[in-house]
Nanobody, 120 residues
Framework: QVQLVESGGGLVQAGDSLRLSCAAS????????MGWFRQGPGKEREFVAAISWSGTSTYYADSVKGRFTISRDKAKNTVYLHMNSLKPEDTAVYSC?????????????WGQGTQVTVSS
């Protein structure tokens, strides 16, 4: 079992930066790949970024590539999403997730989400 708790969301202006954190707990959390997803108002949930269990591989949606960076600190049991050059279209509830699926298709555990609002 893995428990995930997000934090760091808030209201920012376009062009600002924000760092989201996902605190993980559970005996084997560091063997899971971790990911961030988001769901904007009236939209379906979409993939944002993922990082392998080792931290050596990262993956990004085209819409955030070059602006967002995912990282993990195993000593702190935390996964981060560094978001730069934020745009109003980045407004969404951001959730972190964990998976043992190497194909990153089936996610086993989810956090409750944190709201990010970007004003123009």
């Amino acid at each position: 079992q893995v428990q995930l708790v997000e934090s760091g969301g808030g209201l920012v202006q376009a062009g600002d930066s924000l760092r989201l954190s996902c605190a993980a707990s559970g005996r084997t959390w560091d063997t899971y790949a971790m990911g961030w997803f988001r769901q904007g108002p009236g939209k379906e949930r979409e993939f944002v970024a993922a990082i392998s269990w080792s931290g050596t591989s990262t993956y990004y949606a085209d819409s955030v590539k070059g602006r967002f960076t995912i990282s993990r600190d195993k000593a702190k049991n935390t996964v981060y999403l560094h978001m730069n050059s934020l745009k109003p279209e980045d407004t969404a509830v951001y959730s972190c997730a964990a998976t043992n699926d190497y194909g990153l298709q089936n996610w086993d555990y989810w956090g409750q989400g944190t709201q990010v609002t970007v004003s123009s």
